[in-house]
């Protein structure tokens, strides 16, 4: 009996990782509907966080799962209460106070269901953008839905 309980919660858990997505409502979930209304299923279209956003920021940064509370206030110089650990953190600041952050859901294996995956190298934890940051999207399929891959375009 306790193996066949261990197994249905193993099966509900596995089944929760399959449907992970992204919030439509966070940044990054607007950020998808502009992807696909302005791109459709096409690559090589230009995105503006500024954008999706509705309220005023001159900075974003956009951390990596691996970066901890200590390292991202370090960073941005300001308490992070959203942080949430093994989640991607997208914080915009205005004048050095913060004007909105989000932690964002994520799985270790793959990108989630329409996922934003920004430029950020191997070696690095995170990337800083201004409004006027122009990105180019590239779509990626995988097993049951897509993600974005967003590119900086250098002025």
Known sequence: MRSLIVGILFLVGLGSCLTKTVDPHSIEGKLVTRIQTTCGESSGCIVRLRDV??????RVYVFKTTARQY?????????????????????????????????????????????????????????????????????????????????????
């Open 53 to 58: 956003t509705d309220f005023a920021w001159d």
């Open 71 to 155: 390292q991202i206030e370090e960073v941005i110089g300001v308490p992070f209460p959203q942080y949430e650990e093994f989640k991607r953190s997208m914080i915009f600041l205005k004048e050095g106070r913060l004007v909105h952050g989000e932690a964002e859901p994520t799985d270790v294996e793959a990108p989630i269901n329409n996922q934003v995956i920004f430029d950020i190298p191997d070696t690095d934890s995170y990337r800083s953008y201004s409004p006027e940051s122009q990105f180019n999207v590239t779509r990626k399929s995988r097993d049951g839905g897509s993600y974005y891959k967003l590119n900086l375009i250098e002025h």
